[in-house]
């Protein structure tokens, strides 16, 4: 007789550990988040300032110090001064009145020989940005597609590169992420009940989004026209509907606007000048300036000061994980299959992102991803809906999303510490021949650079340095005397990438490829720095 067929019943190890997922999503996240922390504050100390950061503690010191507001107004105060709080009131560093705010911000970096002290000080105040950040991912993901989407999209978020390395520098870019984050999705909660709580509340987080960098001015409106679009597409609602909404949300829109222009003026210090927040104004206009003349911008072996259309969408190609690349991409088509589904809530990360884009296309400010860094929470949150669809599917899927998940954070964990310098294996092993500035080689080395310098017993150096630092005094760098572009000079020679690329200091002939173009490369030391010797001639 065959032999009967017994039945086996299905694993419930799955259901066991999603349950658990569920149960303790809370948990899970705060020791993700915990742990990116860990990783954000031990890079503290191994790289000196960037090239921005003295210039924001110096205008955060002066806000601080003197309560004003004085030497630019391109960037408001808010981060600015959470750089300056903790080396102000721990470490009793003051203003300097130094003319220039990046002089300034050097002084007070080296206050009393406390160097690593007062950098580490300023980047700490830029942590909670990231929590916030980070809580804007799991909350998003929560109430939008529960607890195991949002564990998985914390889990994408915290092993993040481009947000654990900008969670870590004394700038603006991570502020901007974290509270225009929070406005958004506090305005999505509002737009279901706009009571006079979530009113009040949506005011506080639209408020902190303005005072921390001024691109939230038309990244927050297009990614909300975007989110309209998407729901006059989809969900098709009738006019008479749509005049009911807006009618019974004209008041808490006008009493969370009111919020707003409160706290953005207190911002200011309450400062009066034939307007309120003058300087909020000027700022304004400095930063239509600054867009309006451009900047010096590097792409793909071509240098301009207007900008390209996809200078974003590559530059994101090739500094995102290519695993959580293709989770966004398993995301994205899930989304797309839902659409109609949740009352949007499968369109509207899309909308976000799409949004924040749009309006990159047309900047002419090309200088780094951290000017988009926000497009990563949308990010994030699709790629948490690919994972957990693929979870769901079981079988070979799961081992997929597994690989996936590993993958990343492997790549992610190798790249510690120089996360501002992480490119997917796309980039291969000149990512400089791609894009350079903030995604690469920021000024970030120096520490590095002086320590190889001394261990090869390097008694000069020609070198263009990229940042104001005392390089000489504190750095261990020998004698430093001025690049040649056109030939090297006998003994040491650095060369900062972002310098060569851009052709800064090319000794007025930029059409002419300088030296270390047409050379074979000897050290790199860190990341953005070429290192070489040349014998003296006789």
Known sequence: MPKKRVAQAPSILPERVETFLSRHSLMIFLVLVALASARIVTTYTVFNHTIDEPAHIACGMEWLDKGTYHYEAQHPPLARVM???FPHYLAKAHSWDRPVMYN???AILYTGDHYDRVL???RLGILPFYWLACW???WWARRSFGELTAIFATLCFTFLPPALAHGGLATTDMALMATFGAAFVTMLSWLESPSWGRSALFGVALAAAVLSKFSVLVFFPAAAACALAGYLAFERPRPAHLLELARTRVVPLAFAA????LIIWAGYRFAFDKVPAPRLWAGIQEVRNHNASGNPSYLLGDTNETGWWCYYEVALAVK????LLALIGVGAVFCWKRRRELRGAYWIPSAFAIGILAVGAFSRINIGIRHVLPVYLAFSVIAGVGARWLWT???KARWILAALLLWMMASSAFSHPDYLAYFNEIAGDHPENIIVDSD????????RLGARLREVGATEVAFDPFIVAHLEAVHGFPPIKPLDPLQPSPGWNAVSLTMLKLRLGMGGHPEIKPWPELVPEQQRVGKSVLLYYFPPRR
């Open 393 to 395: 599917l079981g079988g």
């Open 320 to 323: 995102t994980p290519l695993a």
């Open 258 to 261: 009111a919020i707003a222009c």
């Open 104 to 106: 300034e911000g050097a």
């Open 440 to 447: 690469l080689d920021w000024g970030q080395d120096m520490k």
């Open 136 to 138: 804007v991912v799991y």
């Open 120 to 122: 580490a000080l300023a």
């Open 83 to 85: 750089t300056a709080v």
